[in-house]
């Protein structure tokens, strides 16, 4: 594949925005990279679809080929996409005692998966733990967690055979509140397939104990598969979280992207073995890598965005010291805090500027007024917005002219970039701009 990849690279050298084609291009192999990963081919074809209208006519760094671009995009896309708004690391398990229900199909790792939750709860978290198993089918499947909960020292349900699994759950429910347990946890039986009998079930037992958390475990080394499970899953029984196992084979792990696409479900942890501490927080960064399996890529059009953002901000820094801090700075200052969401809380961050945010924000300067602001220095010439002090009342009024706004609106302006520029000497004076370096990190 990388093979593949290099030679598009090299075919797309040219600098600048990237272009339609560009980004055509280099997503055909994005698209085999993903499927290749086994990502689901509708949720491939999806998700490049949207890479596709997002990177289009975006710049390209310094250094680095449009391909490469792309796949810095792709990348933050897919990190974005599997990131959600939810900690994977927490469950809602407050409210004792909080059933947390494991489901899944048979040999995907559910028992084992069940009991490293338990070992992580106990130790991490401090919770008293009970686990049942609900397995009535396999041979020996409830000896199975009894022996591993001995092995962590977490409780089991003593064993009672005849019951059928929805009663096994309400005797759960009951000695986990009797018994003052924090959390209880139930172990359910799989199928090789999914099966209505296998549904039901499962239903049922949902309904007896309402569980605060359905963690569907699935293979992560199925590809397709692991979607139609998952969506079968949270059609029936509704699931609040994946636990994806087998992450420590050689499995690119597509099926997460895949599940959470379909199911809109977090992806909660990540099974790396057959031992008991064998199970990680999802980390989105590291999936997303090893779907796309061009981590170098990645790294290499970061290091230049880095370097290149370094330069300037070391360039800048010298010249501000200077008090040197002309249209074009101020132009970069207001684009800047466009992007991190408005004047106040750029300025709320740097040190000693929580009273002018105030002020700002009391004075209404809002995103509007920066897109104005940028307006009036777009209709200056290169000359006029390198030496501001040119700007006399002829030039002020065809400025403003230009811009759709009024001299006093300049003038306003104007006064900001003075501002501006003394308080940067200021600070650049202040230990060798170390203020100043603190500011722009
Ligand atoms: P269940 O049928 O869903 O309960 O599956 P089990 O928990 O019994 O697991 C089936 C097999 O998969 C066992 O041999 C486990 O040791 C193994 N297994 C489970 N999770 C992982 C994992 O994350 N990595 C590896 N390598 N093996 C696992
Ligand atoms: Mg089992």
Same mark, same amino acid.
């Given at each position: 594949?990388?093979d593949r990849l290099?030679?598009?690279?090299?075919?797309?050298?040219?600098?600048?925005?990237?272009?339609?084609?560009?980004?055509?291009?280099?997503?055909?192999?994005?698209?085999?990279?993903?499927?290749?990963?086994?990502?689901?081919?509708?949720?491939?074809?999806?998700?490049?679809?949207?890479?596709?209208?997002?990177?289009?006519?975006?710049?390209?760094? @310094?250094?680095?080929?449009?391909?490469?671009?792309?796949? @810095?995009?792709?990348?933050?896309?897919?990190?974005?996409?599997?990131?959600?708004?939810?900690?994977?690391?927490?469950?809602?398990?407050d409210n004792p005692?909080?059933?947390?229900?494991?489901?899944?199909?048979?040999?995907?790792?559910?028992?084992?998966?069940?009991?490293?939750?338990?070992?992580?709860?106990?130790?991490?978290?401090?919770?008293?733990?009970?686990?049942?198993?609900?397995?009535?089918?396999?041979?020996?499947?409830?000896?199975?967690? +009894?022996?591993?909960?001995?092995?962590?020292?977490?409780?089991?349900?003593?064993?009672?055979?005849?019951?059928?699994?929805?009663?096994?759950?309400?005797r759960a429910k009951?000695?986990?509140?009797?018994?003052?347990?924090?959390?209880?946890?139930?172990?359910?039986?799989?199928?090789?397939?999914?099966?209505?009998?296998?549904?039901?079930?499962?239903?049922?037992?949902?309904?007896?104990?309402?569980?605060?958390?359905?963690?569907?475990?699935?293979?992560?080394?199925?590809?397709?598969?692991?979607?139609?499970?998952?969506?079968?899953?949270?059609?029936?029984?509704?699931?609040?979280?994946?636990?994806?196992?087998?992450?420590?084979?050689?499995?690119?792990?597509?099926?997460?992207?895949?599940?959470?696409?379909?199911?809109?479900?977090?992806?909660?942890?990540?099974?790396?073995?057959?031992?008991?501490?064998?199970?990680?927080?999802?980390?989105? +960064?590291?999936?997303?890598?090893?779907?796309?399996?061009?981590?170098?890529?990645?790294?290499?059009?970061?290091?230049?965005? +880095?370097?290149?953002?370094?330069?300037?901000?070391?360039?800048?820094?010298?010249?501000?010291?200077?008090?040197?801090?002309?249209?074009?700075?101020?132009?970069?200052?207001?684009?800047?805090?466009? @992007?991190?969401?408005?004047?106040?809380?750029?300025?709320?961050?740097?040190?000693?500027?929580?009273?002018?945010?105030?002020?700002?924000?009391?004075?209404?300067?809002?995103?509007?007024?920066?897109?104005?602001?940028?307006?009036?220095?777009?209709?200056?010439?290169?000359?006029?917005?390198?030496?501001?002090?040119?700007?006399?009342?002829?030039?002020?009024?065809?400025?403003?002219?230009?811009?759709?706004? +009024?001299?006093?609106?300049?003038?306003?302006?104007?006064?900001?970039?003075?501002?501006?520029?003394?308080?940067?000497?200021?600070?650049?004076?202040?230990?060798?701009?170390?203020?100043?370096?603190?500011?722009?990190?």
């Open positions: 594949l990388s290099s030679g598009v690279f090299e075919r797309l050298t040219k600098q600048g925005a990237l272009s339609a084609d560009d980004v055509k291009t280099a997503l055909r192999e994005v698209r085999v990279a993903l499927l290749e990963a086994d990502v689901s081919l509708p949720v491939a074809r999806d998700f490049v679809k949207r890479v596709q209208d997002k990177a289009t006519g975006q710049a390209v760094t @310094k250094s680095v080929t449009p391909g490469q671009q792309v796949v @810095k995009i792709v990348h933050d896309e897919l990190v974005a996409v599997l990131t959600g708004d939810e900690d994977p690391g927490k469950l809602k398990i005692p909080a059933p947390i229900l494991m489901v899944g199909l048979q040999g995907g790792g559910k028992t084992t998966s069940t009991a490293k939750l338990a070992k992580r709860l106990k130790e991490r978290d401090g919770k008293r733990v009970l686990m049942a198993s609900l397995d009535v089918y396999r041979p020996a499947a409830m000896q199975q967690l +009894e022996v591993l909960g001995a092995q962590i020292g977490v409780d089991t349900l003593p064993i009672v055979a005849g019951q059928k699994p929805v009663d096994i759950a309400k009951q000695q986990a509140t009797l018994g003052g347990y924090d959390v209880y946890m139930l172990d359910t039986a799989g199928r090789l397939h999914i099966d209505e009998v296998l549904m039901s079930e499962v239903e049922q037992v949902s309904a007896a104990v309402n569980p605060r958390e359905t963690l569907l475990v699935v293979d992560g080394l199925t590809g397709q598969v692991a979607v139609e499970v998952a969506q079968e899953f949270d059609d029936k029984i509704g699931i609040s979280g994946v636990v994806l196992t087998r992450m420590d084979g050689d499995g690119r792990g597509g099926a997460a992207l895949s599940m959470r696409a379909v199911t809109g479900k977090p992806i909660r942890f990540v099974g790396v073995g057959e031992k008991m501490d064998a199970l990680e927080t999802f980390e989105p +960064e590291r999936i997303a890598g090893r779907i796309l399996g061009m981590g170098d890529i990645v790294a290499l059009v970061e290091k230049a965005q +880095e370097t290149l953002e370094a330069e300037q901000a070391e360039r800048m820094m010298r010249r501000f010291q200077k008090g040197q801090f002309n249209m074009n700075d101020l132009k970069g200052q207001l684009e800047q805090m466009q @992007k991190m969401g408005g004047m106040e809380s750029v300025m709320g961050m740097m040190p000693g500027m929580g009273k002018m945010a105030k002020q700002v924000q009391e004075a209404g300067f809002d995103d509007k007024v920066i897109t104005r602001q940028i307006a009036l220095i777009q209709s200056m010439t290169k000359r006029e917005r390198a030496n501001p002090q040119l700007l006399q009342a002829s030039r002020k009024k065809r400025i403003a002219k230009g811009a759709g706004q +009024e001299v006093s609106d300049l003038n306003k302006l104007l006064k900001m970039q003075r501002q501006m520029a003394d308080m940067m000497k200021k600070m650049g004076k202040m230990g060798k701009g170390g203020m100043l370096k603190q500011a722009m990190k």
